[in-house]
């Protein structure tokens, strides 16, 4: 092949490549399947835990289209290539989160637990909260998104939060991790260049807490009353703590929740660079543990 054919060939290559890749965010088709699976309480063999991730896997589906339309309005008012091809990325990345979660979704739907009716109502939450204001919508996503990018990073970080979930379900919860990870600042960037601002966007943060906070605490009731462990008082006390207590893992994350209200934050303030490289090798390297549910993906 003489150099002109090999500049030739590298280019078309490189044009079959999702534009997401070319900035580090690349939509990733991972196929779940939990058909033969035989996961019960599948965080800590905890019910409480168990629901309450199961609880925010019930709102990614409906949550996650969301903020694709957020994002997606404002697309064409950006000029930078670079964030261009990282739009695509975003929505590539969370189309397929969306898929993905469907199937875990499922799963619990299929044990008589009322997945798909917390699905059902939450879509008619986002409805109505979408008809409001396009720049209402993409503030709310910023504020998701940095909640998503933190539970993400600790995900990733700490080796007994991923191991206390079961061996077949975790494919799913470290890829969504990896991938919050790697595309935290694009609704952040969209926000910004297309002229969002301070206050409406720390004051859409203090509602969207709050309404996250009653969504969740609403569906974790629900998971759990259907199993009838609405009232297991010990393991309900123990997974309280193991979240909000003095060293739980959601009060640990509050100092890096709260630099959402300074007035100079970006996303990648936190610096998760290492922390990316090291999980893109181990899940999707030449000897990524995911590679075997990998299928081509190029989603716009």
């Known amino acids: 092949m003489t150099a002109a054919q090999t500049a030739i060939s590298t280019k078309a290559s490189a044009n079959r490549q999702p534009a997401g890749a070319r900035v580090g965010i690349p939509p990733r088709r991972?196929?779940?399947?939990?058909?033969?699976?035989?996961?019960?309480?599948?965080?800590?063999?905890?019910?409480?835990?168990?629901?309450?991730?199961s609880a925010f896997s019930v709102l990614l589906p409906e949550g996650e289209q969301f903020f694709v339309e957020?994002?997606?309005?404002?697309?064409?008012?950006?000029t930078d290539d670079d964030l261009k091809?990282?739009?695509?990325?975003?929505?590539?990345?969370?189309?397929?989160?969306?898929?993905?979660?469907q199937v875990l979704n499922d799963f619990i739907n299929a044990k008589q637990l009322p997945a798909a009716e917390l699905e059902s109502q939450l879509?008619?939450?986002?409805?109505?909260?979408g008809k409001i204001h396009p720049r209402l919508n993409l503030a709310a996503t910023i504020c998701l998104e940095h909640f998503t990018?933190?539970?993400?990073?600790?995900?990733?970080?700490?080796?007994?939060?991923?191991?206390?979930?079961?061996?077949?379900?975790?494919?799913?919860?470290?890829w969504h991790a990896l991938e919050e990870t790697e595309h935290k600042a694009v609704a952040w960037d969209v926000y910004q260049q297309t002229g969002g601002g301070y206050i409406v966007r720390t004051a859409t943060m203090a509602l969207t807490t709050a309404i996250l906070g009653a969504v969740m605490a609403y569906s974790t009731a629900r998971l759990m009353h259907a199993d009838g462990k609405l009232l297991n008082v010990r393991d309900n006390v123990a997974g309280m703590r193991a979240l909000f207590g003095r060293r739980g893992r959601m009060?640990?994350?509050?100092?890096?929740?709260?630099?959402?209200?300074?007035?100079?934050?970006?996303?990648?303030?936190?610096?998760?660079?290492?922390?990316?490289?090291e999980w893109r090798e181990k899940l999707f390297g030449a000897n990524g543990a995911m590679n075997g549910l990998l299928k081509g993906a190029n989603i716009h």
């Open 149 to 174: 990018a933190l539970m993400g990073e600790q995900l990733l970080a700490e080796a007994d939060h991923h191991g206390s979930v079961a061996e077949d379900i975790r494919p799913l919860w470290m």
């Open 123 to 129: 879509k008619i939450l986002l409805d109505n909260v």
């Open 30 to 53: 991972v196929m779940m399947n939990f058909d033969n699976s035989d996961a019960g309480y599948w965080y800590a063999d905890s019910p409480f835990l168990t629901y309450f991730w």
């Open 251 to 277: 009060t640990r994350l509050l100092p890096k929740y709260l630099d959402f209200f300074r007035p100079s934050f970006h996303p990648n303030d936190h610096d998760t660079n290492a922390l990316v490289t």
């Open 70 to 78: 957020a994002v997606r309005h404002y697309r064409d008012q950006i």
């Open 85 to 101: 091809a990282a739009i695509s990325g975003f929505i590539g990345q969370e189309a397929l989160h969306t898929q993905g979660h």
